[in-house]
């Protein structure tokens, strides 16, 4: 069974801050997604990651992709407060066609002024 | 692109009735939707993968006689909850995934919808 750990679960940091989330996983994946949720909304996609040493960026935000450790992170350069929000990361499992995500935790990002 | 619907957005029921949430993909032919339940501060759990003319795969724990499954076309897919109780409040959000070269399968996410069942 897949298992998905992220951490930490909640983060407060000030405004100008950098800071990582991270994300471990349990057995073999092909895929890395990470969502960020509004309270009261739906997730919105953020990047996804598709191979070994994968890096993304969108603005303050980098994600990274090491699949022999089974670990995915996201970076936070010079946090502004529109960041706050819940970051998730989901795996996907190796089964092909539309297959099945399993989502972390939640790391619930506060940033302060 | 690659927009997903769901309706209605918020719904709130007596204990007992049953409510039904509808899922579309707007804009894309969707192979498959999920179904997912999400509790206040908490991670999505799924509950239910469902293919357009089969019968939908649940989750381990997931009642399907309590959660019904229809995935009539490729663009919509219906949520039931059957005889619903106050524990079956939660926030509940649909994803639709295109089979498809270069979609790398993703799931696409509705707005999801809120469910209170007094």
């Known amino acids: 069974e897949l298992k998905v750990e992220q951490n930490p679960l909640f983060l407060s940091m000030q405004e100008g801050k950098n800071y990582t989330i991270y994300c471990n996983y349990s057995?073999?994946?092909?895929?890395l997604y990470w969502y960020r949720q509004d309270p009261g909304k739906s997730l919105e996609s953020l990047f996804v990651?598709?191979?070994?040493?994968a890096v993304k960026q969108e603005g303050r935000l980098m994600a990274s992709l090491d699949t022999k450790a089974r670990l995915s992170t996201l970076h936070i350069t010079a946090a502004v407060h529109d960041l706050s929000a819940t970051y998730f990361c989901?795996?996907?499992?190796?089964?092909?066609?539309?297959?099945?995500?399993?989502f972390g935790t939640g790391t619930r990002l506060q940033v302060t002024l | 692109g690659a927009v997903v619907s769901q309706h209605p957005s918020r719904v709130i029921c007596k204990s007992g009735t049953s409510v039904k949430i509808e899922c579309r993909s707007l804009?894309?032919?969707?192979?498959?939707m999920f179904w997912y339940r999400q509790f206040p501060k908490k991670s999505l759990m799924l509950m239910a993968t469902?293919?357009?003319?089969?019968?939908?795969?649940?989750e381990q724990g997931v009642e399907k006689d309590k959660f019904l499954i229809n995935h009539a076309s490729l663009t919509l897919s219906t949520l039931t909850v059957t005889s619903a109780h106050p524990e079956d409040s939660s926030f509940y959000i649909c994803?639709?995934?295109?089979?498809?070269?270069?979609?790398?399968?993703?799931?696409?996410f509705g707005p999801g919808t809120r469910l209170t069942v007094l």
């Open positions: 057995t073999t994946s092909d895929r």
């Open positions: 994803s639709a995934s295109i089979l498809a070269a270069l979609s790398y399968n993703e799931q696409f």
């Open positions: 469902s293919n357009e003319g089969s019968k939908a795969t649940y």
């Open positions: 989901a795996v996907a499992g190796l089964t092909g066609t539309a297959s099945k995500l399993t």
């Open positions: 804009d894309f032919q969707a192979t498959t």
């Open positions: 990651l598709l191979s070994n040493g």
